[in-house]
């Protein structure tokens, strides 16, 4: 058993062999852009931001090249060494070159979200790629923080209706309201696959499954109804047992959940990059989102245990 683990490990599905490519190039090309805008800087503080962005993507590459070598990948392009700008440095003020970076951060931050949901085969690769990708939403949380001091984020349409004196933005109410319709929508359905589940096990962790999305619910209703918003409506408590449980075997409903989890990691990914009003709200959709990654990947393990994740083509076997 060790040793057919072990060989599964030595091996990558070809989508993994691309995405292991695809990152490393997206890495270098990064620092290439954060050397190449860091010539036109003015801001001492800004330029030892930058410069810290760059180690942090130069680590990254570093990590991925690895596991390049690891399975006989071809290296992308590697970045320059240096890029001097010969140009006028009042081409661009520091605000402009800020955002700039703050739209490719979020640019790579989505390619993660993707990634989460391809790397199913080799789960060595995929605790790599979850690294990654926490570390890629601290950095644009940190860095959301620090445009946020300077004063070069611009606030998008605030909410005008909110209770109290906190302020929070139009799309941050949307996210929230958003979350808690998805929950509810999910709530309903694991209940209905459930009933047809026949694995007892598998039951025991759909219904710890829906007593989470039941937290989350509860937590995302007291932050709206805190700020003055109706809230969707909700689904029966009671799914009728079903007479058969033949229409659906566990299998199906497994993929089925798995892939709902995947959407939801997707949904979290991107409600994050769209906040830079309301940190404490940054602070709930980055807590959902990491939940969900380690959720994903528990699943994944199992589903692999059962015998119920598919069989993706494999790129190479390593000798």
């Keep these: 058993m060790r040793l057919k683990t072990h060989q599964k490990q030595s091996q990558i599905s070809v989508q993994e062999a691309h ?3 695809a990152k490393a190039q997206s890495r270098y090309l990064m620092i290439n852009n954060l050397q190449f805008l860091s010539s036109f ?4 503080d800004f330029k030892y931001i930058i410069n810290k962005l760059k180690d942090s993507y130069i680590e990254q590459a570093n990590l991925v090249e690895k596991e390049l070598k690891r399975f006989s990948i ?7 060494t240096d890029v001097v700008s010969t140009g006028i440095t009042e081409i661009a003020s520091d605000k402009q070159i800020a955002r700039l970076i703050h739209n490719l951060m979020k640019l790579l931050l989505s390619k993660c979200m993707k990634i ?12 790599i790629f979850i690294s990654i990708t926490k570390d890629e939403v601290m950095k644009l949380y940190n860095y959301v923080k620090y445009l946020k001091l300077k004063g070069w984020i611009e606030d998008p349409p605030l909410y005008p209706n ?7 933005a139009a799309n941050e109410i949307w996210e929230l309201w958003d979350h808690l319709y998805y929950r509810y929508l999910h709530i309903q359905l694991t209940k209905i696959y459930n009933s047809y589940v026949s694995d007892p ?10 007593t989470i999305l039941e937290k989350q619910s509860k937590e995302l209703e007291k932050l709206l109804i805190n700020y003055g918003v109706n809230l969707p409506d909700k689904h029966p408590k009671n799914i009728p047992t079903p007479e058969s449980k033949e229409n659906f ?6 993929n089925i959940i798995l892939d709902s989890m995947m959407n939801a990691n997707t949904t979290h990914g991107f409600a994050l990059m769209e906040l830079v009003i309301n940190e404490k709200l940054m602070d709930l959709f980055k807590e959902l989102l990491f939940n969900e990654i ?3 990947d528990k699943l994944i393990r199992y589903g692999k245990v059962k015998g119920w994740i598919a069989k993706v083509p494999v790129y190479r076997v390593r000798s």
């Design 249 to 254: 075997n566990d299998k199906f409903i497994f």
């Design 294 to 296: 380690y959720f994903i």
């Design 74 to 80: 071809k290296s992308p392009e590697p970045n320059k």
């Design 116 to 127: 989460i949901k391809e790397i199913v085969y080799n789960d060595n690769l995929r605790e």
């Design 201 to 210: 096990e598998f039951s025991l962790i759909l219904t710890t499954g829906i």
């Design 19 to 21: 995405r292991i490519w």
């Design 41 to 44: 800087v003015h801001d001492k």
């Design 162 to 168: 909110v209770k109290g004196k906190e302020i929070i």
